[in-house]
């Protein structure tokens, strides 16, 4: 993927799978010619370890897969998350659960992203609906990762994955990137890889390179050895989730459509997200007060954003490719839960204008 | 585990990792005297996939774990639930993310439990606080799996799994168990493995058996056949979560304690309702109007239960060992989310009837 | 102190006690040297006596103690009440009840500041959190007690009195006194002490003047000689405690931060203020909508404005150190009660931005 | 007095004061005879600590005083509250504040009761409004004393002290007396005064016998000695409220009069209770369904009976002769404090029948 080179991606590591078999094959041809490094491995356990080892060398680090890898994929994940590695892992939605719906989208793994690996932890899920989206949150995803030291998961659904669109690619320095905060400690002094700075940053030291640290997935002190002290527990447990969730609001990246003066309002993502975006466009010409806020960060959930601009509203639909995953986390966000409706398909066919349509019509009391 | 063998447990595979391994150390020895099988399996992916196969044959199949196991086992666990293959995991929650605190128990697994595998899905579990609740849900989770042809997760923690308490083992009979309804088809008739009978259960036909058939883990028809047609996708996916979140009334297994004239209520579940129901007796002394309800079944959650239960509740304090998994769902619960607060503790040290007291202390407006 | 200097002290009598001590020492110093008067006494009951002798004769006085001599001190101040003499006198706090902590800080006198002493009264009682605070409130406490006839406490705590901060001093002139009301009642005529002007306030004559009239302590005519005519006994309780009360709102003297538009109220005063304010910036800056009303009047306790800067607020805290004395007046102020908290410490350690945030993440149900 | 005898009182020291006098006097009498000490000491603090010291060597021990007498004593009383010295200290109430009314009575010093010492502490305080009811509290008052280590506070109104009335006194035996709990610990063994034994008391030791050990008004040990540390500060300061404020529920004593219909509620006091209770019984009569909750127990505030009392109550009425102190404290307990009113008179003259008939008039809107 264009936006991953551009990001300065250094190695990848995948299975293929559909729906994102392409990326794998793109990236196979494209990254030994920016000098990265390429692996297919024998699974996707191993696929996203490989990322982990090679995150740790110093390379910025991508996998890719699909619903059924990123479940493969959970423990490993845990992993990072506790040694606070970066990485980025691409997970094209299919139809779920199990092997599914391989050739037909759907939006399903919404909450597994948030919740697959066992024990309390925070993680970052974005997404987009456009290509040019997905250009941006991708490197956006590198660059949180690299800040936070932290996985993070870019959901996509199969139809953004699958269409043609024009994407404009900007200049090489025109969005700025993240590197890697390496540490300033000399030589054959102590590098304690869990020590905070004084801004909370956590800076790493390449693995190979001039310092002997140990990195574990067992809760840990500041040299990163096992410790099972309950003080040490509990500010290691607060730190992982804290340096997500409470940047909630900072890390809130959304579009928002004539939310201004909306007393009707859809909030949608990913590719459900176009379809949304098109009733608002077209209700507007008739002169109804609907608007549309489209989502590109699920997790953290940015609750406030949506309790913010929903306050005024009548009625707040949730459009969506699931059984209402993120309609969820809105009800739990917003001050009138029960004017929180759903719009979805389950069906593994796209979402259209017209379905969510009739689904308004409906919730408007004006019946089928 | 003696409730698992009075359940009728043909076969047990697993991978031993604190603090499950006694489960396994256990039924080495007590399974093949009572005729069955115990197979020791190379990692957690293979131990599941092992009883979903030996349940494809007819027997009563038990797996456990902990939770870096039961993240390794979330992609056969969505197998088991497109498959509807009944089968019971037991995780006994340690500390995490990753391998984190292997000899301190937390709670942090309950949405995992829920989310864990990738797709819209549905999926019981159940916990409990004593060994002789330990048994009876156990017992129960073997009857739920046969029932509904699901998987169903038994989340214990370490502290309820390595104490020592009287237990009391009810007759062989005493308990009435759910064996495995079979075909009625006869050799040679077309046997269909997902064409409901007129009560929407779903007979099945041992694997080896006379019959041939198809089990995938793609969406399928009532031939066990892939398929993607839309009305069978929305029906499949539907009959996946309608057979176990319609019935979240019916298999919401709870206790309660003095919770007729509670104004103010203790939610808690597993270790952390040994703490609070003393809370609950000592404060009762006192006059205080204080009552426990103590949820054995935490998925389907019994969102219902627990409205009715606390309409009339001053204020609802959720007592447990993570960060408000629970918490979570009860205020998506009840009418006044305000009034729900979370007694925890996250630092591997198990939460005491006097931690309570100094958080109710403070929810109350009494300060430290 | 400077500000007793600056408000015109001329006469201060007192018995050294930790953490006060350094007021006398300091007084001892500098009195004598702008033409006051500096007494030693033997204890500090005497040094009440010698106070309000000195006012009566037309001096600007005041004494320093801390809570042990705050309680011995109570009989006195009754005198003082009753017979209208104005007089400062400074509690600098330490841990009680008895000799308690004394180099240790509590917030513990506020309630007795109130109800000290015997029979239906009324006080004047304002406190500081900043050394420029303390002077600006002490000049007042000066201006106050020569308005209303009344002593005033000054409730500081260790804290505040044992740091170094930079104090501007104001010119002289700059912050306007205010000055004994003399009679003007002619040498030879009847000079009735407790005879009220149009304005309701009564004209002092020195005692040593021309004027010859009584002071006492039991029920007077305004003349000043004992009366038990029930009219009179009314009146003048009323006069009491009417002149103070019912002047509530404009005797409230406060700080208030991020308040217009806060949907979480802390309220604190003395040292505690501090710690609430670093936590008010430090959120705001996260973007929560958190205020402060900083109460430098605790007593006539400014009911009506906490209850107006709290209408639409979704939680009170109130963060003092003790057991919730000032909350209980915030309860009886506000209309829901049962959303006022208490972020508190009572084991003489100085409570953090830390803490207050601790409890504040149990009071929002986020556990610990 | 009778009940003080019967309650084994064997030193008392006091100084006299109007309207208290004649418990001294009386006491100088007959408690020689029955083997007790009677001392007469220079003022109100000398005679507190006498009874302090006297307490210490396993006297039981009480002195009487009026407001003015009281102010002298907080200094004292906190430090008996701190060492946890049993004694018994009669306040007959007179006009206040400073020495007021001498020889009318009003009920002015309920709250200074509570809060007259500085730093939080806690204290009981009881009231009577007959001799017979006279005589059961200052019997209990000594019980009380005894079982919670603690100085009790009869606050008693001159009405009730200078009326006659007919009095039966139980025989010897009749009513339970608790005696000193002395410690089993040997001669030569350590004695640690402020170590709880399992039920939670503090056996105690004659000064002057066996053992050696320390007392101090400082925050201390289980030895008696003084400490700073936050740990024991934050638990002897719990120690001291909660061993009383905990017990509100047990130690409210109170009489009830036709509740059980009521929808108009009384509630009263002392002196004041009688002409409550006269009002309510003729009110009855003609057929007006009002009752009386007769407070015996003032401090700790029997909240929690007081709400159950006036759950259904159409108005709340305190009937007192103060500006209204319990009523606060009324207010502050129930549901609808907009309900409570009070019925007082603040001039020395004692509230009748007709005065409180005449603000019920007022109160149920029918006027003057």
Same mark, same amino acid.
């Given at each position: ?110 909450? +597994? ?240 204008? +017209? ?14």
């Amino acid at each position: 993927m264009e936006a991953a080179l551009y990001a300065g991606l250094d190695f990848f590591a995948g299975y293929p799978i559909t729906p994102s078999s392409e990326i794998l094959e793109l990236l196979a041809q494209r990254l030994p010619i920016s000098g990265g490094k390429f692996l297919q491995m024998e699974d996707e356990i191993a696929s996203l370890c490989a990322c982990i080892g090679a995150s740790l060398t110093g390379c910025k680090v991508m996998t890719a897969t699909s619903g059924p890898g990123f479940s493969l994929m959970q423990e490993a994940l845990g992993y990072a998350i506790m040694a606070e590695i970066p990485c980025v892992i691409v997970n094209v939605q299919r139809g779920g659960p199990s092997t599914g719906l391989p050739t037909h989208g759907l939006q399903g793994d919404v909450n +597994q992203a948030r919740w697959g690996t066992h024990g309390d932890h925070a993680i970052i899920t974005m997404t987009a609906s456009s290509h040019q989206d997905v250009f941006d949150v991708t490197v956006e995803a590198f660059n949180l990762a690299e800040t936070y030291r932290t996985p993070v998961v870019l959901l996509f659904d199969e139809v953004v994955a699958h269409m043609r669109e024009k994407l404009t690619l900007p200049a090489p320095g025109e969005v700025p990137l993240v590197e890697r905060l390496k540490t300033s400690v000399k030589e054959g002094v102590d590098y304690h890889p869990y020590l905070p700075r004084e801004d909370g940053r956590l800076p790493m030291s390449d693995f190979g390179g001039p310092h002997r640290y140990n990195v574990t997935g067992l809760v840990h002190d500041m040299w990163g050895f096992p410790s099972t002290d309950p003080k040490m527990v509990y500010e290691l447990l607060r730190h992982l989730v804290d340096k997500i969730e409470n940047r909630a609001g900072r890390l809130a990246r959304y579009k928002s459509y004539f939310l201004r003066d909306a007393e009707d309002i859809l909030i949608s993502y990913g590719s459900s997200a176009r379809s949304a975006r098109h009733v608002v466009e077209e209700r507007r010409l008739r002169g109804e007060r609907i608007g549309l806020l489209e989502l590109q960060t699920l997790w953290p959930f940015p609750g406030k954003l949506v309790r913010e601009k929903c306050e005024n509203a009548r009625s707040v639909v949730v459009v969506e490719m699931n059984m209402g995953q993120v309609m969820a986390s809105v009800k739990q966000a917003v001050d009138r839960p029960d004017s929180v409706f759903l719009a979805n398909r389950i069906d593994g066919v796209f979402i259209t204008p +017209q379905d969510i349509m009739n689904i308004l019509r409906i919730i408007q009391g004006r019946g089928v």
